[in-house]
């Protein structure tokens, strides 16, 4: 997205609602929107984050319909939207297909926006992320390479049922949609526990504290892309600005790809430790 041409908007005082602001994503975008001065910051999810000053945060429960109405029927000033939230299974990979998990996302979209649409006149924006389910990576392998644009594989996907709904809701509005595809996101989210690496660095320090080598778990060499949540936040920020982001959809990675049994070696490297064979 950052090589786009851009076009950019007249920017006088924005005001940006973020949901899901303890998230990787959610948190990287308000720490960059907040080096800006133009933009005022809303930002809503469960619990507080940690590590934010200066935003307004609320909590919201985004499943509950009456609540949400309440709480987002009442941001008239809000400008700009990126919708972050997102509700997993506790079996996450089970939990892709699953139905309720699918209907439960379309419902807190519809929950936040719904209100927010009546309430906020000046409402420009909203933006949704998706990432590589869009292209059926959770079933079956990828094409390479992926184009925004290709025909949707028949795979459930609540996606699917969000974007729909968000071209729909646009349909006679002022505002706009654009659509950000992140594929695997490394970063920095304070008690957030789809952290990559986090995870990484937690499974590391057992092992070195066990004085075993950083085993690679699992055996897959699939070709992988990543995208750095800094740079996604960067890229949000590009296309809440930028008018030739209008109602469209934009693959974000870093620009390069990578296997696991690759990188595997530079991680154990960086913890000091050696690189143990893989384990199923």
């Not at 809701?169 to 706009?176: E, F, L, M």
């Amino acid at each position: 997205a950052g090589s786009a041409k851009c076009q950019w908007r007249g920017i006088v005082k924005k005001t940006l609602l973020i949901t899901g602001i303890t998230g990787l994503i959610a948190n990287a975008t308000a720490r960059h929107f907040l080096t800006h001065p133009d933009w005022e910051l809303v930002g809503t999810a469960r619990r507080k984050p940690q590590n934010l000053e200066g935003i307004k945060y609320f909590p919201a429960y985004l499943t509950y319909r009456e609540e949400c109405e309440e709480k987002f029927g009442n941001l008239s000033e809000v400008t700009h939207l990126i919708f972050t939230a997102v509700y997993e299974k506790q079996d996450v990979k089970g939990g892709w297909l699953d139905q309720e998990q699918i209907e439960i996302n379309d419902r807190m979209l519809r929950n936040c926006l719904g209100p927010l649409m009546k309430a906020a006149p000046n409402l420009e924006q909203v933006i949704i992320l998706q990432g590589g389910k869009a292209y059926g990576s959770h079933v079956l392998a990828a094409p390479v390479a992926v184009r925004e644009h290709q025909t949707r594989r028949d795979i459930p996907n609540f996606y699917w049922v969000q974007e729909d709904y968000l071209k729909e809701a646009a349909q006679g509005k002022k505002w706009n949609w654009p659509i950000l595809r992140p594929q695997i996101v490394f970063g920095q989210a304070v008690g957030n526990p789809l952290n990559f690496l986090a995870a990484i660095g937690v499974y590391g320090a057992i092992l070195k504290e066990r004085g075993e080598p950083l085993y690679l778990p699992g055996t897959s060499s699939n070709i992988l892309q990543a995208v750095d949540s800094d740079l996604l936040a960067k890229a949000l920020f590009w296309a809440c600005t930028a008018t030739n982001a209008d109602n469209d959809v934009f693959n974000v990675h870093n620009g390069d790809v990578y296997t696991w049994p690759s990188v595997w070696p530079v991680l154990a490297e960086e913890f000091g430790m050696e690189v143990g064979p893989w384990k199923k």
